[in-house]
């Protein structure tokens, strides 16, 4: 977006060039069309003169009332046509990043700035230090003798960062600063405009002085009369010698109405018509009826075009095309429509697409013919290239693009709802997902199919939420999966109880016939008793009827207890199971605790870093009671627990820095960038940055310098020490290599000139040759004995890391290209490992050789063995270094975004431990010989000696000075720990 403004001397006669188009369509006019701009002359010197009286106007207007081509077109062509004064025009808009954009446009009108140094980022300067604006215009305009113009477009931008969003309200309060200061020192030639959206005008409070500038100077942009309407259709038409019938334009002024769009939506339907109209007809016809109905009139214009140039793409172009509008569009507080331009390469990483695939789609909408997106056609657009919708009205006007507004907001507020959830479920207030929200959330996941980029977009916590998610996922199919055993267990048991009574309703049958028989039997011995005088004969069969009988008696008893016997093994069967279903949920009651005591942990860590820090001993207390609960769960089954957990961690390090002070853990001693850090394995740590000195370091404090600096005019760039640690090579920006003997503690014993002018990284091999990269664009190998360079390669182009294999006679390269390529010293034979969409920073290896660790300009780390390749995400910049530590079981990362990330690399699914107290850009990092800490380097002049042993850093809290109790009061347990530990006794320092 930031083009610089070039005003023609003389603009080329277009008058009888109809092949131009006359009517820019959605996109503001540009400087060199101001022969086109017609109806606001008399304005255009009202603003003018206010200007230079005050030196500064707010242009204050309703969307889609002409403000960024009044000033473009009006404004700034008279400004930069004054002949009274050279002028300089500094044009932007906000976007996502104020001062990026504002440092962009200054590089764009001067590729150098007397008051910045060369090592210095403009940007990064006028962050730190808004008052440096004024300081450096000032100093500029005395050497080029010129006044500049600072022109800020878009301005509503300004307010739409979140006090969420720390880096991004930075931006935005330095960019008021810097507009602030600037006023108030008068010697300054430099003059502000800014354009702004009249629905946004009451945002400007929240800064009190702004808006007493405001008040000061601004200029309400009133709606054009219909006759300065009617010389903004006709007058380009006349200007190109071409003719429109008088009715058509009266029917046009009386379709545009009061819309708030009218001037846009005006602007695109005599674009559109004019094309139509050269397309068929002769220069010598007039504009008519026909040409105008055939595109669809003001009305439908605009979404009928933008409908069928979406229609134009295949399907998979079209699900890109929405992507890419809705990451150029937001609704705003109250429903408000809100463009976002975004860069080029920013888009590639919310999209998820490859950018040749984008730019083609950005081509598509804004060529000449529709000028829906900016740049305008004929602008190269590269990574860094803002992107922006033509005009709020397509917004509005395009039905198509209004409803994905809408969708992007109801998917970003479903998003926020997950990412509130998961923070609740880490903090022990919330539990995980169920139906029905897990089932729309499923399917958000499903159609969005969120990036990495889109969810830190949104919110910081992208990496956590999508694991809360798939814990929400897995928690669900684990609960349906046990009610499905048991109800499978129960339709057993009920079987077993259904066998049981039948053999009892068997048992009570038999009972049941025997009675019967036995009353018959009863009867009859009546009948013969009273009959015994008669019937004395049959004495002897009644005798043979009552042997019968007890033989029947005792096998009806022998029966019995074998039912018995029968019941009481299924009363076995019965208890053996039901003890087993016991212990089993024993065991589970068990994980519950475990998982519940683990989030409990989590929580409290998390809750510790908010305490106060002018509150040491309690934040202290918590972070130890929360590291005390972590320990004492048992990592097995479900309950997984991390190695290094990111939440102890932090927890743990903050509480460390709140009972000692901010410089905890920091060296101070380099005066520049610490570009390289090495360690021996005897412990000692040398380190070298773009002060030129190079420092060794015992017991993480100063030794000694190997080599001071005090001339300042070297940069040294990398440091190597060979396997026996008796040499500790150091290279950088000059045309020889330095070999300091480190064993004997000669120092600077050999000077090993070099044919190219910088050699940026240098690595020895395991025999204890020197290989090296620099200017050249060739992987040298330079052997000690015959003191001889050899070229491993030819001219390959740039090449940005190298390092050697631990134990085999080969090395790795990382290219500017994105490839990672091996190569054999001695045969010098290559091999491709890898391609990335993005320039390779940082190669290693790891110290047992297994590993391969590779980190890209994007922030990309890939983890490479002989079996697979795995992506690990999370940096937002380039990876400047990578190292693992001498187990070669965790991998961290140094990148631009501030942060250093450490990995399990036996485990990669485990979140990692991120270390965000840098300052500025981390440059090196390296392990201690015995794994306890981590050294980084940074930017900021400063080494961290970040500590890694949870247990060491646990066991310093106690006896620390400013703790003079041993656990949590009551309140403070219900607090942090929850209810239920109203009552604990035991104490945290036990």
Same mark, same amino acid.
């Given at each position: 977006?930031?083009?610089?403004?070039?005003?023609?001397?003389?603009?080329?006669?277009?008058?009888?060039?109809?092949?131009?188009?006359?009517?820019?369509?959605?996109?503001?006019?540009?400087?060199?069309?101001?022969?086109?701009?017609?109806?606001?002359?008399?304005?255009?010197?009202?603003?003018?003169?206010?200007?230079?009286?005050?030196?500064?106007?707010?242009?204050?207007?309703?969307?889609?009332?002409?403000?960024?081509?009044?000033?473009?077109?009006?404004?700034?062509?008279?400004?930069?046509?004054?002949?009274?004064?050279?002028?300089?025009?500094?044009?932007?808009?906000?976007?996502?990043?104020?001062?990026?954009?504002?440092?962009?446009?200054?590089?764009?009108?001067?590729?150098?700035?007397?008051?910045?140094?060369?090592?210095?980022?403009?940007?990064?300067?006028?962050?730190?230090?808004?008052?440096?604006?004024?300081?450096?215009?000032?100093?500029?305009?005395?050497?080029?003798?010129?006044?500049?113009?600072?022109?800020?477009?878009?301005?509503?931008?300004?307010?739409?960062?979140?006090?969420?969003?720390?880096?991004?309200?930075?931006?935005?309060?330095?960019?008021?600063?810097?507009?602030?200061?600037?006023?108030?020192?008068?010697?300054?030639?430099?003059?502000?405009?800014?354009?702004?959206?009249?629905?946004?005008?009451?945002?400007?409070?929240?800064?009190?002085?702004?808006?007493?500038?405001?008040?000061?100077?601004?200029?309400?942009?009133?709606?054009?009369?219909?006759?300065?309407?009617?010389?903004?259709?006709?007058?380009?038409?006349?200007?190109?010698?071409?003719?429109?019938?008088?009715?058509?334009?009266?029917?046009?002024?009386?379709?545009?109405?009061?819309?708030?769009?009218?001037?846009?939506?005006?602007?695109?339907?005599?674009?559109?018509?004019?094309?139509?109209?050269?397309?068929?007809?002769?220069?010598?016809?007039?504009?008519?009826?026909?040409?105008?109905?055939?595109?669809?009139?003001?009305?439908?214009?605009?979404?009928?075009?933008?409908?069928?140039?979406?229609?134009?793409?295949?399907?998979?172009?079209?699900?890109?095309?929405?992507?890419?509008?809705?990451?150029?569009?937001?609704?705003?507080?109250?429903?408000?429509?809100?463009?976002?331009?975004?860069?080029?390469?920013?888009?590639?990483?919310?999209?998820?697409?490859?950018?040749?695939?984008?730019?083609?789609?950005?081509?598509?909408?804004?060529?000449?013919?529709?000028?829906?997106?900016?740049?305008?056609?004929?602008?190269?657009?590269?990574?860094?290239?803002?992107?922006?919708?033509?005009?709020?009205?397509?917004?509005?006007?395009?039905?198509?693009?209004?409803?994905?507004?809408?969708?992007?907001?109801?998917?970003?507020?479903?998003?926020?709802?997950?990412?509130?959830?998961?923070?609740?479920?880490?903090?022990?207030?919330?539990?995980?997902?169920?139906?029905?929200?897990?089932?729309?959330?499923?399917? +958000?996941?499903?159609?969005?199919?969120?990036?990495?980029?889109?969810?830190?977009?949104?919110?910081?916590?992208?990496?956590?939420?999508?694991?809360?998610?798939?814990?929400?996922?897995?928690?669900?199919?684990?609960?349906?999966?046990?009610?499905?055993?048991?109800?499978?267990?129960?339709?057993?048991?009920?079987?077993?109880?259904?066998?049981?009574?039948?053999?009892?309703?068997?048992?009570?049958?038999?009972?049941?016939?025997?009675?019967?028989?036995?009353?018959?039997?009863?009867?009859?011995?009546?009948?013969?008793?009273?009959?015994?005088?008669?019937?004395?004969?049959?004495?002897?069969?009644?005798?043979?009827?009552?042997?019968?009988?007890?033989?029947?008696?005792?096998?009806?008893?022998?029966?019995?207890?074998?039912?018995?016997?029968?019941?009481?093994?299924?009363?076995?069967?019965?208890?053996?199971?039901?003890?087993?279903?016991?212990?089993?949920?024993?065991?589970?009651?068990?994980?519950?605790?475990?998982?519940?005591?683990?989030?409990?942990?989590?929580?409290?860590?998390?809750?510790?870093?908010?305490?106060?820090?002018?509150?040491?001993?309690?934040?202290?207390?918590?972070?130890?009671?929360?590291?005390?609960?972590?320990?004492?769960?048992?990592?097995?089954?479900?309950?997984?627990?991390?190695?290094?957990?990111?939440?102890?961690?932090?927890?743990?390090?903050?509480?460390?820095?709140?009972?000692?002070?901010?410089?905890?853990?920091?060296?101070?001693?380099?005066?520049?960038?610490?570009?390289?850090?090495?360690?021996?394995?005897?412990?000692?740590?040398?380190?070298?940055?773009?002060?030129?000195?190079?420092?060794? +370091?015992?017991?993480?404090?100063?030794?000694?310098?190997?080599?001071?600096?005090?001339?300042?005019?070297?940069?040294?760039?990398?440091?190597?020490?060979?396997?026996?640690?008796?040499?500790?090579?150091?290279?950088?920006?000059?045309?020889?290599?330095?070999?300091?003997?480190?064993?004997?503690?000669?120092?600077?014993?050999?000077?090993?000139?070099?044919?190219?002018?910088?050699?940026?990284?240098?690595?020895?091999?395991?025999?204890?040759?020197?290989?090296?990269?620099?200017?050249?664009?060739?992987?040298?190998?330079?052997?000690?004995?015959?003191?001889?360079?050899?070229?491993?390669?030819?001219?390959? =182009?740039?090449?940005?890391?190298?390092?050697?294999?631990?134990?085999?006679?080969?090395?790795?390269?990382?290219?500017?290209?994105?490839?990672?390529?091996?190569?054999?010293?001695?045969?010098?034979?290559?091999?491709?490992?890898?391609?990335?969409?993005?320039?390779?920073?940082?190669?290693?290896?790891?110290?047992?050789?297994?590993?391969?660790?590779? =980190?890209?300009?994007?922030?990309?780390?890939?983890?490479?063995?002989?079996?697979?390749?795995?992506?690990?995400?999370?940096?937002?910049?380039?990876?400047?270094?990578?190292?693992?530590?001498?187990?070669?079981?965790?991998?961290?990362?140094?990148?631009?975004?501030?942060?250093?990330?450490?990995?399990?690399?036996?485990?990669?699914?485990?979140?990692?431990?991120?270390?965000?107290?840098?300052?500025?850009?981390?440059?090196?990092?390296?392990?201690?010989?015995?794994?306890?800490?981590?050294?980084?380097?940074?930017?900021?002049?400063?080494?961290?000696? +970040?500590?890694?042993?949870?247990?060491?850093?646990?066991?310093?809290?106690?006896?620390?000075?400013?703790?003079?109790?041993?656990?949590?009061?009551?309140?403070?347990?219900?607090?942090?720990?929850?209810?239920?530990?109203?009552?604990?006794?035991?104490?945290?320092?036990?």
């Amino acid at each position: 977006m930031n083009q610089p403004f070039t005003m023609e001397s003389e603009l080329p006669n277009q008058a009888n060039d109809i092949s131009t188009n006359p009517f820019p369509g959605l996109r503001p006019f540009k400087p060199s069309e101001s022969d086109l701009f017609f109806g606001r002359e008399l304005q255009i010197s009202l603003v003018f003169e206010q200007l230079m009286k005050q030196r500064f106007i707010a242009i204050v207007g309703a969307s889609g009332v002409g403000k960024s081509s009044f000033m473009s077109c009006g404004v700034v062509s008279e400004i930069t046509q004054n002949q009274d004064r050279s002028w300089k025009v500094l044009s932007m808009t906000p976007g996502r990043n104020p001062i990026k954009s504002l440092a962009d446009s200054m590089m764009l009108q001067e590729a150098h700035w007397t008051a910045v140094p060369e090592t210095e980022d403009i940007g990064s300067t006028l962050l730190h230090s808004p008052e440096s604006f004024k300081a450096i215009l000032k100093t500029q305009a005395e050497t080029s003798k010129a006044d500049y113009l600072l022109f800020i477009d878009q301005f509503e931008e300004i307010f739409r960062f979140s006090p969420d969003d720390e880096s991004g309200a930075k931006a935005a309060k330095s960019i008021i600063d810097i507009i602030v200061s600037t006023l108030h020192d008068a010697s300054i030639p430099v003059y502000i405009v800014v354009a702004i959206r009249a629905d946004f005008i009451g945002d400007c409070a929240k800064f009190p002085r702004l808006t007493e500038i405001i008040n000061k100077s601004q200029y309400l942009i009133p709606e054009l009369t219909r006759e300065e309407k009617k010389d903004a259709i006709v007058g380009p038409v006349r200007y190109k010698n071409a003719k429109i019938e008088d009715e058509l334009v009266e029917h046009i002024l009386d379709e545009m109405g009061e819309s708030a769009d009218q001037l846009p939506i005006m602007q695109h339907a005599m674009m559109r018509t004019w094309s139509q109209w050269k397309k068929f007809k002769s220069p010598s016809d007039a504009i008519t009826f026909d040409d105008y109905n055939a595109i669809g009139g003001i009305k439908n214009a605009l979404s009928e075009h933008a409908r069928e140039a979406y229609k134009e793409l295949n399907r998979e172009d079209q699900i890109l095309c929405q992507k890419i509008f809705k990451t150029l569009t937001e609704k705003g507080d109250g429903g408000r429509g809100i463009r976002r331009p975004t860069r080029l390469k920013d888009i590639c990483d919310i999209v998820d697409a490859e950018q040749t695939k984008i730019t083609n789609i950005i081509d598509f909408f804004r060529s000449p013919s529709r000028s829906l997106l900016l740049p305008p056609a004929g602008t190269d657009i590269k990574d860094d290239t803002v992107i922006d919708i033509s005009h709020e009205s397509l917004m509005r006007n395009w039905i198509e693009l209004s409803d994905w507004v809408e969708e992007e907001a109801e998917s970003v507020k479903l998003y926020l709802r997950l990412a509130e959830a998961s923070l609740m479920h880490q903090e022990g207030k919330a539990g995980l997902w169920l139906p029905p929200d897990l089932l729309l959330a499923q399917d +958000w996941y499903k159609k969005q199919k969120p990036s990495l980029a889109w969810g830190l977009m949104h919110n910081k916590a992208f990496e956590s939420t999508m694991l809360f998610l798939e814990q929400s996922e897995s928690e669900y199919e684990r609960s349906q999966i046990l009610k499905e055993k048991v109800q499978k267990r129960r339709i057993v048991i009920f079987r077993r109880i259904a066998a049981v009574m039948f053999l009892l309703t068997l048992a009570a049958g038999w009972s049941w016939i025997k009675a019967r028989e036995s009353a018959k039997d009863a009867e009859e011995k009546k009948i013969l008793a009273e009959k015994a005088t008669e019937k004395a004969n049959e004495q002897e069969e009644l005798a043979r009827i009552s042997a019968n009988e007890a033989v029947l008696a005792k096998e009806d008893a022998i029966h019995s207890a074998k039912i018995a016997r029968n019941q009481e093994r299924i009363a076995r069967q019965a208890k053996v199971e039901a003890d087993t279903n016991a212990l089993r949920a024993l065991r589970q009651e068990q994980q519950a605790n475990d998982l519940r005591l683990l989030s409990i942990a989590k929580s409290m860590a998390i809750k510790s870093k908010e305490i106060d820090a002018n509150k040491p001993e309690k934040k202290a207390l918590v972070a130890k009671q929360a590291y005390n609960f972590y320990e004492s769960v048992e990592s097995s089954g479900k309950t997984k627990k991390l190695e290094k957990d990111p939440d102890i961690y932090d927890g743990l390090y903050y509480a460390l820095i709140s009972l000692g002070d901010d410089n905890a853990f920091t060296l101070s001693e380099h005066e520049q960038n610490v570009r390289s850090i090495i360690t021996s394995k005897k412990g000692n740590i040398y380190s070298t940055g773009s002060d030129g000195s190079i420092i060794q +370091w015992k017991n993480n404090q100063f030794h000694s310098f190997v080599k001071e600096n005090k001339s300042g005019t070297r940069i040294n760039k990398s440091l190597a020490i060979n396997s026996d640690e008796s040499r500790l090579a150091c290279s950088g920006n000059f045309n020889f290599i330095e070999i300091y003997d480190i064993k004997s503690g000669k120092g600077l014993v050999e000077t090993i000139p070099t044919t190219w002018t910088d050699t940026w990284h240098i690595a020895f091999t395991h025999d204890g040759n020197l290989i090296c990269i620099g200017t050249n664009d060739q992987l040298m190998l330079y052997t000690f004995d015959t003191k001889t360079f050899t070229p491993i390669t030819e001219v390959i =182009g740039k090449i940005n890391a190298v390092s050697a294999h631990p134990a085999k006679n080969e090395v790795v390269v990382g290219l500017d290209n994105g490839a990672v390529e091996q190569y054999n010293l001695a045969t010098k034979s290559v091999t491709t490992i890898m391609r990335s969409n993005s320039s390779i920073y940082a190669v290693n290896y790891s110290h047992d050789g297994s590993r391969l660790a590779v =980190g890209d300009e994007k922030g990309k780390v890939y983890l490479i063995t002989a079996h697979q390749m795995m992506e690990l995400p999370g940096h937002s910049a380039r990876v400047n270094q990578i190292a693992f530590d001498h187990s070669s079981h965790f991998l961290a990362t140094a990148s631009f975004d501030k942060t250093v990330r450490i990995w399990n690399v036996r485990s990669s699914d485990d979140a990692p431990i991120i270390l965000r107290d840098h300052q500025d850009w981390v440059w090196s990092i390296a392990f201690t010989q015995d794994d306890n800490h981590l050294w980084a380097g940074s930017r900021d002049y400063l080494i961290r000696t +970040w500590p890694l042993d949870m247990d060491d850093m646990a066991s310093l809290i106690c006896p620390n000075p400013k703790i003079t109790r041993t656990q949590l009061n009551e309140e403070e347990w219900i607090h942090y720990a929850g209810e239920d530990f109203s009552s604990v006794v035991n104490a945290t320092c036990n």
